[in-house]
């Protein structure tokens, strides 16, 4: 049995507080999987180390994940440390998996980020931490690989509060460095955590002489830092010159969970160092389900909360599905209430009962049944028919619809088709159940080419989904080349425009006279960049009643299925407010479709008027290459029409951030290896639309 030093005590008695939901997040590379891993066999949930290089992990289970050593499904894990039941999500780190992520963060109440000893903070370290922002998830920090040449804690956390503007509260101090570091000191309670080689846990003892000058400086930082933040432990402050590290320790919980601070925590999960001080850190500092505010949902238009209560009545969100070829697993985030085999439950979004077969409890592939789930609880079920990520599921007597994960636009497409073409049902079925396991992928029929498109949220990620195709279907499937999801936009618009539609052809007719003017609009708040230049808005400004209110409504329907097309090319249209400024109305032959019919035709003629742009998706590509390979690189980008935002070192190599089109990347990281003879890397990800070269814009008349 393994053994470790607790910083934590028992509060209260309901059985809540000792849960704790977490998600691993992080950059590629950052070693999320491994610090998994190691979590899983510190807890004694496994009796073997996995390696990613290996390809033995517990949650990188997918042949694709195993050969291609990158995280590309989150997967749920639960284990037990201290008393607590702890159910942790290991989520992607690529960005074109960050739906996955967004899905996860959605039920999760805390979360790790993981960020790399040498690197610091890399792009995609920065838009999880964002999406975690916009969750309210707390968070802590672990600085890992802190074994690696080149590895520095101060400048770690230095790039945590320059690039995510946190205030990083650090409670640790390394014991050697790079390849010497073999422990740390707990800056709490100033004691040392040693790790002897192929030892599993730590050795505890009093701070080595060497360091206790500069631990003491540390620890004084780090009061003066929560005092600065926390009125109890100012009052302690004040009073006393230090904090004990029971009151360091209460005011670290509450600076996390209100997102004041951050803990940063330090270690190298590889070698199994810091592993256990991190999970005393994950029960003492990360709330529990009693911690967060109830979950809000509506019914009937009116907002209702739920505690988190076993005897509440149910309520639950499904985050993921897995269509598997024995039935589908789908994964639920219990809010309130009780779920027990058996049981019918209400989809609040589908509006129909399903019946929850088994419940199990998850350990990435491997499961097992539970008689029931409470409040808290991160469970699978086996049973629902047509639930789908984001579904609801509640008491069939107590109602409530909770909101569901925002899912992000696809940017990429590729023709997909059969080799044979007695499989086009076998691959129209196999593409509908991706697209039931990953809602970020989208299937649709090119209504010119009559071919299938599959679209998704960048190459690797669709790459990856043909692949499940060939791997798991037994389909030969051709893929046509990749191409981007333009948008369009309105350049300059056109003010009264007139669109009149009159239909008579016996029996009552259609009569509708409609008035527009459309102009640019973009979006004040800031968004997600999956809108591009920011939406649509449709307002009405007819005086005296000429269009009365429920025809405005049927304009506005109109003008919303003219956005699917665009008069450049076919794309949807983006960013414009449509004002209904006049209209006539027939008394006998006008009728909800005509004028709908009337909303559609015209702003399709409008646009057709007005000065339109075509929207291209941009990227924010970091480049790091050797230093001698940079003039190359930059060549290169302006080549692809990038524009260099920014350049530096890190780690002795040098490092450029560029923003380039996404069509201008395919192909990009072959191109990239042969030029630095494979000792370039590239991330990137998205920041939304921007105007395609002039050559592609274009102004049409009618």
């Not at 798991?472 to 350049?491: F, K």
């Amino acid at each position: 049995m393994r053994t470790h030093v607790s910083t934590h005590t028992h509060t209260g008695t309901d059985p809540l507080a000792g849960v704790r939901n977490l998600g691993i997040l992080a950059h590629v590379d950052a070693g999320k999987t491994t610090v998994t891993e190691r979590i899983l066999y510190t807890t004694g949930t496994t009796h073997k180390r996995g390696e990613v290089h290996d390809g033995t992990t517990v949650t990188d289970f997918d042949p694709q994940e195993r050969d291609r050593g990158i995280t590309i499904f989150a997967a749920a894990v639960s284990c037990s440390w201290d008393g607590h039941r702890i159910n942790l999500i290991d989520t992607p780190g690529h960005v074109d998996f960050a739906d996955e992520v967004e899905r996860s963060l959605r039920v999760l109440d805390g979360a790790v980020a993981v960020f790399d000893a040498v690197a610091g903070v890399e792009p995609q370290s920065e838009s999880v931490w964002r999406q975690a922002d916009r969750h309210g998830v707390p968070r802590i920090a672990f600085v890992n690989k802190m074994d690696r040449a080149g590895a520095d804690l101060d400048t770690a956390v230095a790039s945590i509060r320059e690039r995510l503007h946190p205030v990083p509260l650090v409670v640790q101090l390394p014991i050697g460095t790079e390849d010497g570091f073999t422990g740390v000191v707990d800056l709490v309670r100033m004691r040392a955590l040693v790790w002897a080689d192929g030892a599993d846990a730590a050795e505890e003892g009093p701070v080595p002489d060497a360091l206790r000058e500069e631990a003491a400086h540390r620890r004084r930082l780090l009061e003066e830092a929560v005092a600065e933040r926390h009125p109890a432990a100012l009052e302690e402050f004040c009073d006393r010159e230090t904090l004990t590290a029971a009151t360091l320790a209460a005011a670290l919980r509450d600076l996390t969970r209100t997102g004041d601070g951050v803990v940063v925590l330090c270690g190298s999960a590889y070698r199994n160092r810091g592993v256990e001080p991190l999970l005393d850190a994950v029960v003492t500092y990360l709330p529990s389900p009693l911690d967060v505010p109830p979950v809000r949902g509506t019914h009937d238009g009116t907002e209702q909360e739920r505690p988190a209560d076993p005897a509440a009545p149910m309520a639950a969100l499904a985050f993921k599905v897995n269509a598997t070829p024995t039935g589908r697993l789908t994964y639920l985030r219990v809010y309130s209430g009780t779920i027990e085999k058996g049981d019918t439950v209400w989809d609040a979004g589908t509006r129909r009962t399903e019946r929850i077969g088994r419940i199990l409890r998850v350990r990435a592939d491997r499961h097992d049944p539970l008689e029931r789930a409470v409040a808290g609880d991160i469970v699978a079920v086996v049973g629902l028919k047509s639930s789908r990520a984001g579904s609801t599921l509640c008491a069939p007597g107590a109602p409530l619809l909770l909101e569901p994960p925002g899912v992000a636009e696809p940017v990429v497409h590729v023709a997909v088709e059969a080799r044979r073409s007695t499989d086009t049902d076998r691959l129209a079925a196999a593409l509908t159940r991706l697209t039931e396991e990953d809602p970020s992928l989208a299937v649709r029929a090119d209504p010119e080419t009559g071919q299938t498109v599959l679209s998704g949220m960048g190459e690797l990620h669709l790459e990856v989904a043909m692949e499940r195709v060939r791997r798991e279907h037994g389909l030969e499937v051709s893929v046509g080349r990749p191409g981007v999801a333009y948008r369009e936009t309105v350049g300059e618009g056109v003010t009264g425009f007139v669109y009149r539609h009159v239909k008579q052809d016996g029996g009552a007719g259609q009569f509708a006279h409609v008035v527009l003017d459309v102009e640019p609009w973009e979006r004040d708040t800031e968004g997600d960049g999956s809108e591009g230049a920011g939406g649509f808005v449709f307002r009405s400004t007819v005086v005296g009643g000429r269009v009365p209110q429920e025809y405005v409504r049927a304009v506005e329907a109109g003008c919303r299925d003219a956005l699917a097309a665009g008069p450049l090319g076919g794309h949807p249209v983006t960013g414009l407010r449509v004002t209904l400024t006049d209209g006539q109305t027939h008394v006998k032959d006008s009728s909800d479709t005509a004028f709908r019919t009337a909303g559609r035709f015209g702003l399709r003629d409008a646009l057709r008027a007005s000065e339109m742009v075509l929207l291209e998706p941009v990227v924010e590509v970091t480049v790091t290459v050797p230093e001698d390979a940079v003039g190359g690189v930059l060549g290169d980008l302006a080549a692809r029409r990038g524009r260099v935002t920014g350049s530096g070192t890190r780690g002795g190599a040098a490092v450029v951030t560029a923003t380039v089109p996404l069509a201008e990347l395919f192909g990009y990281a072959t191109r990239l290896r042969s030029r630095t003879q494979g000792r370039g890397t590239f991330t990137a990800r998205p920041t939304g639309y921007a105007p395609a070269p002039v050559a592609t814009t274009v102004t049409t008349t009618r």
